[in-house]
């Protein structure tokens, strides 16, 4: 694969994952993108709890914002709910145990998790806690969320941090494989060379 070729890269962008995955109708939405509004328009709110999760792999952060501080509330605390907000300014004094704290019914993400899809927040948290590239349940590497940002900052920061491209979760994906499922142009080309290590490998 040419790293910075114009086919190579859309050929990326329409990547599916293969494997014969059972979603629900609430994963279908998030994943489709359908608005917090309409999905609660058809869907029980109490369903929603674990949908967070799903949001953020898609690097949708709006809608994992709105459902972590809706139905999933409970289910997180309000570190998740900081790094996920819009021009999010985070406490000046941070526990290093609310970093590390799992959401519930969402795969045990971490506010390292969420803070990787919103640009600009994911430093913050490495001077409270230095290992910042953790899996989630499911072997998803904060790089893989990341991945999924609107913008490549968090992904251009963890990659000069040392976290590995070659990270795979239980369904043998990538960060390249995420980036390209949610449509990010300027993460699947950061940094060329690193695509190109990727490729010699897969």
């Known amino acids: 694969m040419h790293s910075g070729g114009r086919e190579g890269n859309n050929a990326l962008l329409k990547f599916e994952p293969t494997a014969d995955n059972y979603f629900s109708m609430e994963e279908s939405l998030v994943e489709g993108g359908a608005s917090y509004k309409e999905i609660l328009a058809g869907i029980d709110t109490n369903a929603m709890d674990g949908m967070v999760v799903v949001a953020a792999r898609m690097g949708r952060r709006e809608l994992a914002s709105a459902l972590a501080e809706g139905p999933a509330r409970s289910n997180m605390n309000d570190l998740h709910r900081e790094t996920l907000k819009t021009g999010a ?5 941070i526990l290093a145990v609310s970093v590390l704290k799992k959401g519930y019914n969402n795969a045990n993400i971490t506010p390292l998790h969420t803070a990787a899809i919103n640009p600009n927040i994911l430093e913050r948290l490495r001077t409270i806690e230095p290992n910042i590239n953790i899996p989630d349940s499911n072997n998803w590497y904060t790089i893989h969320y990341a991945a999924a940002c609107e913008g490549p900052e968090p992904l251009k920061f963890l990659l000069k941090s040392g976290a590995s491209p070659l990270s795979f979760n239980k369904q043998l994906e990538s960060p390249l494989h995420v980036a390209a499922r949610a449509g990010r142009k300027d993460n699947v080309k950061v940094p060329p060379t690193t695509l190109s290590r990727w490729a010699l490998f897969s």
């Open 89 to 93: 300014t985070l406490p000046e004094r």
